[in-house]
């Protein structure tokens, strides 16, 4: 029987990636549904968080309706392109995955909640693809601001094995590593499911929970 993990698309190399460009996104600061700075969030116990579990459209929707959760961003990181386009990512020749980016109140809400959130929602077994949607944009990836971030997702990774492997699922594909530069997308791509409660979403988790 052929591996299907055969056909999936593979990481370019940095030699190969699209050269991109100097220019920064320009999108609007205010965020569509909680009003709070995109770009510069101010609060106190400001602490980030960035996660890649497919489409981030359904991503940022599960963490923004978080209490604690002062602003989400929607961007692309994880690659060789600086300052890439939507259009540069889909064709696989940047590195860059599709991300969201959490400024939380630490006091309201812990990083151990938000990795709850991440491993619940998506399907981390996949490799290169969620769903029906399939390419090195979509892959699982947890992108860590501090060693302790760092710890609490290895740890939390170990633990979703175990139920994931009780269940028949394969291994975890999830990248988790310190955070890399994080590139705004487009404006029209920010909080895109609450300016369009209609639009798509292929967001599916495992129906495993995650006990940590």
């Not at 991109?20 to 969030?41: F, K, N, V």
């Not at 989400?72 to 995955?97: D, I, K, Q, R």
């Not at 949607?133 to 094995?161: K, N």
Request: charged share 20%.
């Amino acid at each position: 029987m052929r591996n299907r993990d055969m056909f999936l698309p593979k990481m370019p190399d940095e030699e190969m990636a699209l050269p991109g460009r100097t220019t920064q996104m320009q999108i609007t600061d205010s965020h569509y549904i909680l009003g709070s700075s995109q770009i510069a969030p101010k609060g106190n116990n400001l602490v980030y968080a960035m996660f890649g579990m497919g489409c981030f459209w359904g991503a940022e929707k599960k963490f923004w309706d978080l209490e604690g959760v002062m602003t989400t961003s929607v961007g692309y990181a994880g690659g060789f392109t600086p300052h890439p386009l939507y259009e540069e990512v889909c064709s696989g020749m940047t590195g860059h995955n599709e991300v969201v980016r959490i400024a939380f109140d630490s006091e309201v809400v812990d990083y151990r909640s938000l990795l709850k959130v991440f491993w619940e929602n998506h399907n981390p077994t996949q490799g290169m693809r969620q769903g029906n949607d399939v390419g090195t944009q979509y892959r699982s990836g947890i992108y860590c601001f501090s060693e302790g971030q760092f710890s609490d997702a290895e740890e939390s990774m170990l633990v979703y094995q175990s139920t994931l492997s009780q269940e028949g699922f394969g291994e975890i594909t999830t990248e988790i590593v310190m955070a890399p530069i994080f590139y705004f997308a487009e404006d029209y791509h920010q909080q895109y499911l609450g300016k369009n409660p209609n639009g798509y979403c292929g967001l599916g988790g495992t129906g495993l929970s995650c006990s940590i």
